[in-house]
């Protein structure tokens, strides 16, 4: 199979889908891995160990022009939509239930979404598992620093599902000026209706005299450590996807079926297309 690794746009993210060592185990597989130049700076990893690992260093739409396995750890932005081709297939964190628009791209091109936030095996969410831990350490540090009174830190998960609503625009106007709310869920739209997307560049904002911090992607402030924890996860997964097939892998494999989100056109997560099913 050829993996393409691009380099993530998404602001302030610095972590990359792939480390030369997973890259190496990939080649000994005899597969054909393709990194975009500099994909791995931000996590220092130069491309020079990729490419002493057996990678091939390339630009973006070359990339994806080759590549059939498309390995990221962020969502795709709009800016490379036209990037990818029908046929393709996406192993990253996906958070469609707060994305229509990524959402209908990837059915209307027919791209095979697989997430690693809904992917499940033994009961447990273990991609999503070192990215939760290392966001939910980062929590009560981001708060202390903007604290002027009370904290409140939210981080509700159902798999797939947009975030439930458990905080009103009312509730947060009682709160103690000064305040700071952590939204941790934010990245499946939020636990709290004065939520809306931040990026570490500009992390806060205020409603009601509340500091809110909301940065959807919270382990990119720590890119080295987060890509390790990561790629330690979803290396495995990576090589048995590789191996078996794209096609083995949506209808076949368990584990696997609990991380498609998108698979020919239409939406395969029941609390995915529930929630899209509730807001429209």
Known sequence: MIIGVPKEIKEHEYRVGLTPFGAGELKKQGH?????????????????????????ISDKTSLFRDSELIVKVKEPLPSEYDLFREGHALFTFL???????????????KITGFAYGTLEENQTLPLLAPMSEIAGRMAPI????????????????IPGARAPRLVSREMV?????????????????GCVETTRPTSHTDPVYTVDGVIHYCVANMPGAYPRT????????????????????????AEQDRAFQTALNTYKGKITNKALAGSFSEGR
């Open 226 to 249: 987060s890509t390790f924890a990561l790629i330690n996860r979803t290396l495995p997964y990576i090589k048995k996807l590789a191996k078996n097939g794209i096609a083995w892998a």
């Open 95 to 109: 958070h469609l239930a707060a994305n229509p628009g990524l959402t209908d791209f990837l059915l209307r091109k």
């Open 32 to 56: 054909r891995v393709i990194v975009e130049g500099s994909a791995g700076e931000g996590s220092g990893f130069s491309d020079k160990e990729y490419q002493e690992a057996g990678s091939e």
């Open 173 to 189: 106007s009682r709160m103690k000026k000064g305040s700071v709310i952590v939204d941790v869920s934010v990245d499946q739209g």
């Open 142 to 157: 981001m708060a202390a620093y903007y604290l002027q009174a009370d904290v409140l830190i939210v981080a509700v998960l």
